[in-house]
C-alpha cells in the first residue's frame, strides 16, 4: 500500500489561512537545540529541518499545541490564529 | 448584583455546550463563545460517546442527534507486525435499555449540541476568541475578546487541552509532554454496505475497535478504528515524550498502522476526506489543574478530566458531566449572589461526588503504569506467539496449553520480568 505524504493529506482539508502569522520561532535558539523536538510532534510537518536550520510554515497547522508543550527551549511564541481563521473540520 | 452575563463559557465542546444549554435552562443569561468558524470547527477527537449524560441532558438526543451510530461492537486487537489476536465483544447489553455509546464526528455534533443551547436561550457566538481574564483583584469578572471587554459573574473555561484560560486564570501551569498524547487521525469514506460488511454490522450498529501493539512500533499508545455512518474514523494515539525520543511522526505510526495486512483491507478503495490532530491529556488527577478561584470554574479537557485505563480513553462523557457540575455551581451561585471562591467550591463537591473525580483517584496510578513498553511491544508479541502456537498444526505432537505458554514465553520473557507488572497493574488498573 502506498503511504500518503502529509502535505497531500492536508490538502483534503479545509482551512481558512489567516494572513497572520500565528506562530513564531527564535531561529537563533533552534540553532542550540539538541532534539529538535517540533520536527515530530507536529502533525502537519509545520516545522522542518534543512542545512541545519528550522523552518517553519504555519498554514497547515492543526492547531493542537503539541509543538508548544514539547518545545522545552522557549523558541516557539504559540498563539492561536484569529476567531474564524485556520484549520476548520468538516468531520472531526 | 454584577451588570453583563451571568456566566460566559468559553469553547462550545462537550463541556462548553452541556454548561450553557443547562444554565440557560436554569433561566440564566449564559454567552458562549468559540474561536471556531462554528461550534465543532476545532474539534476532533476519536470518537465515541460513553454513558447516560447526553440522554438524560437532551430529551430529543436519540431522535434529533447527529450520530453515526451506537456502539454495538467493542473489538480490542493485539499487533504484531503480521499477526492480529482480536476479542470480538457484541452484547445486546450494550443497546438496552438504552445505547450505551454513540459513534459522532465532532464538527457535524458539536455544531448540533450548541444549537440545542441556543434553543435553551444561551447567546451561542462562534467565531468569537477570548485572549485574556478581566479582573478585580482576585476576583475574574469577565473576559477579553479582541476590543471588547465582556463582563460576567462567573466565567468557565470549557477550551480544551491547551487551555488558554486556566494558564491565565493561574490554575494550569505550562503543560508537560510526558502528560499529553497526541491523536492523529484520518476519516476515510467509504460506501454505506462496504463498511457494513467488512465490519460486520447492520442499520445503525456501529463498533469501536481498539489496536495495541505495533501499530505504535511499542510507544505507549494505540490505534483505533471507528465506524461512521459513510466513512471511517481511522487513528493513532502516541504519547508526545516518546514520539520525540523514538524522533518519529505519529503519521508515520498511522501509515504503518493502515498498512497491516488486518486493517488494509478494511480501508481498501476508501477516500481520504479529512486528516486531523490533537492533544489529550492523560496523566488524569496528577495533573488536574484547582478546578475553581473566585468568578471562575475549568471543565473537561482544560481540566485535564480524561480517564485513560489502558483498555478505555475516555474525556467527552467526563466533560459534559463537568461542564453540568460547573452550572449546576453557577446556578446555586446565582440564587446565594456569591461567586466566591468558597461559594464555586461546590463544584469540587459536585464532581467528588460523581464518578468523575471517584474514577480519576481509582485510575490515579494508570497514567504512569501505561508508560511501561510491555504492554505495547511485549505482550501483544507474546499473545500473538501463543495464539499462533495454539492454531497452527505443523504436524507436531500437541503439548499442553501450559507448556505451549512455557513455550511462548521462553527467551522472550520471565517470570520475573512479569510479576512486578502483574503486582503494579493490579493496583494501577
Known amino acids: 500500500m502506498n503511504t500518503i505524504s502529509i502535505e497531500d493529506k492536508l490538502a483534503v482539508n479545509k482551512f481558512d489561512i489567516d494572513k497572520d502569522v500565528h506562530i513564531r520561532i527564535d531561529e537563533d535558539i533552534c540553532q542550540t537545540c539538541n532534539h529538535h523536538a517540533c520536527i515530530y510532534v507536529c502533525p502537519a510537518n509545520c516545522y522542518k529541518l534543512s542545512d541545519g536550520r528550522i523552518t517553519f510554515s504555519y498554514e497547515g497547522c492543526l492547531e493542537c499545541g503539541s509543538c508548544n508543550v514539547a518545545c522545552d527551549k522557549g523558541a516557539i511564541d504559540w498563539t492561536l490564529p484569529r476567531p474564524g481563521f485556520g484549520i476548520c473540520y468538516q468531520y472531526g | ?429
Not at chain 2, 490533537?278 to 468568578?295: Q, T
Not at chain 2, 462523557?317 to 446556578?331: D, K, M, Q, R
Not at chain 2, 504512569?368 to 505495547?376: A, D, G, T, V
Request: hydrophobic share 40%; glycine share 10%.
Open chain 2, 1 to 429: 448584583m454584577e451588570q453583563g452575563f451571568d456566566a460566559i463559557v468559553v469553547g462550545a465542546g462537550p463541556a462548553g455546550c452541556a454548561c450553557a444549554y443547562k444554565l440557560a435552562k436554569a433561566g440564566l443569561q449564559a454567552l458562549v463563545i468559540d474561536r471556531g468558524k462554528f461550534a465543532g470547527a476545532k474539534n476532533m477527537w476519536g470518537g465515541a460517546f460513553y454513558g447516560a449524560e447526553l440522554l438524560e441532558l437532551l430529551p430529543d438526543f436519540l431522535e434529533e442527534a447527529p450520530f453515526e451510530r451506537y456502539v454495538t461492537r467493542q473489538k480490542i486487537s493485539f499487533l504484531t507486525v503480521e499477526d492480529c489476536l482480536s476479542i470480538d465483544f457484541a452484547s445486546p447489553k450494550f443497546s438496552q435499555p438504552a445505547p450505551h455509546g454513540f459513534v459522532i464526528l465532532r464538527s457535524k455534533f458539536d455544531r448540533w449540541f450548541a444549537d440545542k443551547a441556543q434553543e435553551a436561550g444561551a447567546i451561542v457566538a462562534p467565531g468569537l476568541g477570548a485572549d485574556d481574564l478581566l479582573w478585580d483583584g482576585h476576583r475574574v469578572t469577565g473576559i477579553k475578546a479582541g476590543n471588547d471587554e465582556l463582563p460576567a459573574s462567573a466565567v468557565i473555561a470549557c477550551d480544551g487541552a491547551n487551555s488558554v484560560m486556566a494558564q491565565k486564570a493561574g490554575l494550569q501551569t505550562e503543560l508537560s509532554p510526558e502528560d499529553m498524547k497526541q491523536g492523529v487521525k484520518e476519516v476515510i469514506e467509504l460506501p454505506r454496505e462496504v463498511i457494513e460488511q467488512r465490519f460486520n454490522l447492520s442499520g445503525r450498529e456501529g463498533m469501536a475497535w481498539e489496536f495495541a501493539g505495533s501499530c505504535t512500533q511499542g510507544l505507549p499508545g494505540g490505534g483505533f478504528i471507528y465506524t461512521n455512518q459513510d466513512s471511517i474514523s481511522i487513528g493513532i494515539v502516541a504519547q508526545l515524550n516518546a514520539l520525540v525520543k523514538r524522533k518519529i511522526q505519529a503519521n508515520d505510526l498511522l501509515e504503518g498502522f493502515k498498512s497491516h495486512p488486518e486493517v488494509a483491507r478494511l480501508i481498501e478503495g476508501g477516500k481520504l476526506v479529512e486528516y486531523s490532530g490533537h492533544l489529550i491529556p492523560v496523566s488524569g488527577i496528577n495533573m488536574m489543574p484547582e478546578l475553581y478561584r473566585d468568578g471562575f470554574l475549568v471543565a473537561g479537557d482544560a481540566a485535564a478530566l480524561v480517564l485513560g485505563t489502558g483498555l478505555i480513553l475516555e474525556g467527552a462523557n467526563f466533560a459534559v458531566a463537568s461542564g453540568i457540575a460547573a452550572a449546576e455551581t453557577v446556578i446555586k451561585a446565582k440564587e446565594k449572589g456569591d461567586f466566591s471562591r468558597e461559594s464555586l467550591s461546590t463544584y469540587q463537591k459536585l464532581l467528588e461526588e460523581s464518578y468523575v473525580l471517584k474514577d480519576l483517584k481509582t485510575f490515579k496510578k494508570a497514567p504512569h503504569f501505561l508508560e511501561n513498553p510491555h504492554i505495547y511491544n511485549l505482550y501483544p508479541e507474546l499473545a500473538c506467539d501463543l495464539a499462533r502456537r495454539i492454531f497452527i498444526g505443523d504436524g507436531q505432537p500437541r503439548k499442553t496449553t501450559w507448556n505451549t505458554l512455557r513455550g511462548s514465553l521462553k527467551g522472550k520473557a520471565s517470570l520475573l520480568q512479569i510479576l512486578p507488572d502483574l503486582w503494579w497493574g493490579k493496583g494501577a488498573i
